[in-house]
């Protein structure tokens, strides 16, 4: 009923910036937390970033001061503004949102994933 799509990534050299998108659309009351993580080959997944449908955003301690979260509610959209990339970087970006239904309850929805290459 709910689908996430990420795009936007790509390979970049280190130093550049990408902005990712993630857009929701199907049966959609309502879209509470919206959030980004990455998986790094033979690492575990890890949360970049999360922001509220207030706007309240938290960001994992590696990417603070390079990368900005944000949302167009009205878009069912949440972005994921990179800048300064570094190697580090480099993993699959997913996004996920917590989507309340019209009968109150509420999911978290994955997307596919988007590639984030920085090279050095």
């Known amino acids: 009923q709910v689908q996430l799509v990420e795009s936007g990534g790509g390979l970049v050299q280190a130093g550049g910036s990408l902005r990712l998108s993630c857009a929701a659309s199907?049966?959609?009351?309502?879209?509470?937390?919206m959030g980004w993580y990455r998986q790094a080959p033979g690492k575990q997944r890890e949360l970049v970033a999360t922001?509220?449908?207030?706007?309240?955003?938290n960001y994992a301690d590696s990417v603070k001061g390079r990368f900005t979260i944000s949302r167009d509610n009205a878009k069912n959209t949440v972005y994921l503004q990179m800048n300064s990339l570094k190697p580090e970087d480099t993993a699959v970006y997913y996004c996920?949102?917590?989507?309340?239904?019209?009968?109150?309850?509420?999911?978290?929805?994955w997307g596919q994933g988007t590639q984030v290459t920085v090279s050095s």
């Open positions: 922001i509220t449908s207030g706007g309240s955003a």
């Open positions: 199907g049966i959609i009351f309502s879209i509470n937390a």
């Open positions: 996920n949102g917590n989507v309340a239904t019209f009968l109150g309850n509420v999911h978290t929805y």
